[in-house]
Antibody
């Protein structure tokens, strides 16, 4: 059974740093592309970052230069290092496993339960 | 402002049929990228509902169906049930500079 369990969220002051973790089971993180998707309170979903099986990484413009996605294959865990946090980064952060049926059909087939990050002084 | 446009809310009585639209542009849906749908029950994580425009993952009832045409897509729910009350999001891929995975703003379905 595929499971994703996030951790690491909390209350952090503006300008601070936080590292989120996503422990995976039931599949190998390095065999799929993996993403972080966030949801601000009462708002919709926003894609944040992706790491492909080959190791390539990409980011949304809103977090580029501040966030870093990575994975530890030995722990089968995905990470999101968040630096220079801003109030607008306040959201529930979900890790999600990528699915693909063709080159024009990328989606997320499994999601974690999410971890809340609150950026406030 | 979401890249994909959805109505903020729809409603229907139990047993009725409702549809939720998702409108994109030439850099996402119109470029040939598939549309996928997620259901988010209150207080829970999103769950994949439809992938590849019209495919249902195992366990999703056939009351849910999806379609795509041109730069738009639709999710249809027939035989509406109380447990269908949730937020629904469409998602596609965007080939523009600020692209990658893009979502609609979400539609709140209320079962009357």
């Amino acid at each position: 059974e595929v499971q994703l369990v996030e951790s690491g969220g909390g209350l952090i002051q503006p300008g601070g740093s936080l590292r989120l973790s996503c422990a995976a089971s039931g599949f190998t993180v390095s065999s799929n592309y993996m993403s972080w998707v966030r949801q601000a309170p009462g708002k919709g979903l926003e894609w944040v970052s992706v790491i492909y099986s080959g190791g390539s990484t990409y980011y949304a413009d809103s977090v580029k230069g501040r966030f870093t996605i990575s994975r530890d294959n030995s722990k089968n865990t995905l990470y999101l290092q968040m630096n220079s946090l801003r109030a607008e980064d306040t959201a529930v952060y979900y890790c999600a496993r990528g699915g693909r049926i063709t080159g024009t059909s990328d989606f997320f087939d499994y999601w974690g339960q999410g971890t809340l990050v609150t950026v406030s002084s | 402002q979401s890249v994909l446009t959805q109505p903020p809310s729809v409603s229907g009585a139990p047993g009725q049929r409702v549809t939720i639209s998702c409108t994109g542009s030439s850099s996402n849906i119109g470029a040939g990228y598939d549309v996928h749908w997620y259901q988010q029950l209150p207080g829970t994580a999103p769950k994949l509902l439809i992938y590849g425009n019209s495919n249902r993952p195992s366990g999703v009832p056939d009351r849910f169906s999806g379609s795509k045409s041109g730069t738009s897509a639709s999710l249809a729910i027939t035989g509406l049930q109380a447990e269908d009350e949730a937020d629904y999001y469409c998602q596609s891929y965007d080939s523009s500079l600020s692209g990658f995975w893009v979502f609609g703003g979400g539609t709140k379905l209320t079962v009357l």
